[in-house]
């Protein structure tokens, strides 16, 4: 499956955005997608996920007040909305599938998006 993340842009502090993935074909009920962010010179780290199928949903700590991760079924679209974004959250935003639990480790999704780039400035 190919994943196509996009939304992203440059915002400034204390604004939203709402970040999106797509896929090349239907999540099935099965599936988990998740949100991870990659920092220049930092490593990957875990937002969110959503079970496609029941809806079940985990963040991470650092996210959890402000972010809200919600998927659209006609669209099949997995949205993350940002709120009161801060210049920490500067990172390519990524979008991956797994199939099972919403979990938060990065080595169990398989497919990955090619990620869109987030910038927020003070």
């Known amino acids: 499956v190919q994943l196509q993340a996009s939304g992203g842009g440059l915002v400034q502090a204390g604004n939203s955005l709402k970040v999106s ?3 090349s074909r239907r999540f099935f009920s099965s ?3 998740g949100w991870f ?5 930092k490593e990957r780290e875990f937002v969110a996920a959503i079970a496609w199928g029941g809806g079940r949903i985990s963040y991470a700590d650092s996210t959890k007040d402000r972010f809200r991760i919600s998927k659209d079924s006609a669209k099949n679209t997995v949205n993350l909305q940002m709120n009161s974004l801060q210049p920490e959250d500067t ?3 990524y979008c991956a599938v797994r199939t099972g639990s919403p979990i938060r480790s990065i080595y169990d999704y398989k497919y990955w998006g090619q990620g869109t780039l987030v910038t927020v400035s003070s």
Do not use: H, L
């Not at 962010?37 to 010179?41: C, I, K, L, S």
């Open 21 to 23: 993935c797509t896929a």
């Open 31 to 33: 599936d988990a997608v």
């Open 37 to 41: 962010r990659q920092a220049p010179g």
């Open 91 to 93: 990172a390519v935003y």
